[in-house]
């Protein structure tokens, strides 16, 4: 399971990081979107990658049977805020497409 | 723990939130009472400041002030910790002295130039405070987060082409900074198992192996973050186009925020990276960006015709002086550091502002026309006799007083605070070879030969644009400006006029801070052992539990 999740972060990461490098700013957007997944995964498997495990710490509980509860608040933080501010760049996003006629992040397109 | 004034390390955290809240409840027409409310919570906010400061400072009895205030009640490394030292003090005095010109300046004109400035602008102060007081990663990066998105909005305020375009990189690279801050920081508790700072500088040194290089890695990666923000080169592309199209009050409070970054710098290196095995992690990443971006910065601030973007230039100058500074790790350099740091910040952010009110006299086109001239040398030379005996006027005299000010603070010239704070910077590393009986080593030389020289390429650039502005202005109109935009620059550099005088104490001040930040011991058992409220006895030092 944890190769899975590392290709599957190594991937997203990897498109995404190759869609904010591209010229157009929808381009850009899903790239910063695909890296947010990819970032609120890892932040998930840093507390260790366990299924069907409690985060409550209870009398008498080994804890090894329970899963980590603090990458969790921190991915829940981290989905608000990177969704936020996502739906942020978006307004500007066609705030720039209105005002400079063009989806070129530039402002305006390259010279053939 | 005495009551109150523990409860002021909240306030510039919960100011600025209320104030900013409550603005929105006021229809755009309601301007006055918008200002007022603005204007009261900023002063409220500088008085709280300057007392947080006195108190970190030793004053109000030893004892009764620990400067650590634990969130909701929960102990230290489990719940969230506020923590106020010299420096983080130093930090909230300086963003609060910043802003009251800056929102004076904005209500003569730009505050009506969009929706909601006041709210975003106690916003932007909101996420600066906390980002100075935090004493926890993830906090941090909430109070960044804060602090950004307030400023995507204020960037853009005024809105226009120049500046939508502008706030759009400006958004996509902190946005992706803002994702490395998180790589780093989940690095950093998948290695460590906290995020308090504290709790991270005491259990660093049990870390071995291959968690500390995942410990060491999260580290850089987060490096990297506040060196974005800090405007290092090669990351700093994105701050001159973004500093250069804010609006003047804008641009303003934006020259203490590349200051965060070099805040966090400081604070992680000396508390968690300050001995032990990791010790002095990145430090040569510091000193030799930092040349780089002072080299940078240098050719910019030669090379820009327009003044909007050589005060952005100055920013880089001064960041990267900054992080060359710190890079050197030396107690006496950093303290010339921080002095430095106060003294550019207020410079640069009188200068954003003075740009504006010199420039209104001014086409657009103007000043670039002008150095496209003086290079080929066709300026027609006949009209100079026609204005013989036309008096100056006063707002250009003021304004080119202000201007010369501004001009010896940014090359570091006597007597502003300028010459002071490089004085002591160059004092420190030039005396360094002294106390530890060696030769200066060489990087030392080429940052001191660096700082000269940005110093001189800031005077001719001055000296070339105070020339073409005042001397020889191709318009001849008299730029309108109010007394209430024109107060406070004079404000800021009447304050390092008071830096210069006061420089005894402030330079005392400011070894004492490198001092405390020296000895992380002092901080963390002042956070561990932070007493909770309604609670007897002082919890274990060693209170931080396996996970």
Partial sequence: ME??????????????????????????????????????????????????????????????????????????????????????????????????GTDHVDGREQPK | MSGWQQHLIIAPIVIPLIAGALLLFFDERQRVVKAMISVVSTLALAAVAINLFRLANGGGGAGAFDGVYLLGNWPAPFGIVLVVDRLSALMLVLAAILAIPALVYALARW????????SLFQFLLMG??????????????????????????????????????????????????????????????????????????????????????????????????????????????????AYSAAVAPVAGIFAIMSKVGIYVILRLSLLVFGQGESAGLGLNVLLYGGMATIAFGTIGVLASQALGRLASYSVLVSSGTLLAVLGLSNGEVTAGALFYMVSSTLTIGAFFMLIELVERGQDAGASVLAVTMEAYGDADEEEQEVEIGVTMPGTIAVLGTCFAACGILLSGLPPLSGFVAKFAMLTGMIGMGASADQPVPASVWWIVGLLILSGLAALISMTRAGIRTFWASMEGTVPRVLVMEMAPVML?????????????PAMHYMEETVRNLQQPRTYIDAVINARRAGVAEASGPDGGGGI
Wanted: net charge neutral; proline share 3%; charged share 10%.
């Fill in chain 2, 492 to 504: 800021l550099i009447a304050l390092t006029l008071t830096l210069t005088i006061k420089a005894g």
């Fill in chain 2, 111 to 118: 505050h009506a130039a969009g929706a909601h400035f006041h």
């Fill in chain 1, 3 to 100: 190769l899975v999740l590392a290709i599957g972060i190594g991937i997203m990461t990897g498109s995404g990081v190759w869609l904010i490098l591209r010229p157009r700013t929808y381009q850009v957007i899903i790239g910063l979107s695909l890296l947010s997944y990819a970032v609120n995964l890892f932040i998930f498997g840093v507390g260790g990658v366990k299924s069907n495990a409690a985060p409550l710490l209870g009398e008498g509980v080994d804890v090894s049977t329970l899963t980590d509860p603090v990458p969790q608040a921190l991915v829940l933080t981290a989905i608000v805020i990177g969704f936020a501010t996502t739906a942020l760049f978006l307004v500007v996003l066609l705030a720039a497409r209105g005002l400079t």
């Fill in chain 2, 128 to 241: 600066l405070n906390g980002a100075f007081l935090t004493g926890d990663l993830f906090n941090l990066f909430v109070f960044f987060e804060v602090m950004l998105a307030a400023s995507y909005g204020l960037l853009m305020h005024g809105s226009g082409p120049m500046r939508v375009k502008a706030g759009l990189q400006y958004i996509a690279v902190n946005l992706a900074a803002a994702l490395c801050f998180l790589i780093g920081v989940s690095a950093i508790y998948g290695s460590a198992g906290t995020l308090n700072m504290a709790d991270l500088a005491l259990r660093i040194g049990e870390i071995e192996g291959e968690r500390r290089m995942l410990l060491e890695a999260g580290a850089a990666i987060l490096g990297v973050v506040f060196l974005i923000k800090a405007g290092m080169w090669p990351l700093n592309f994105w701050l001159p186009g």
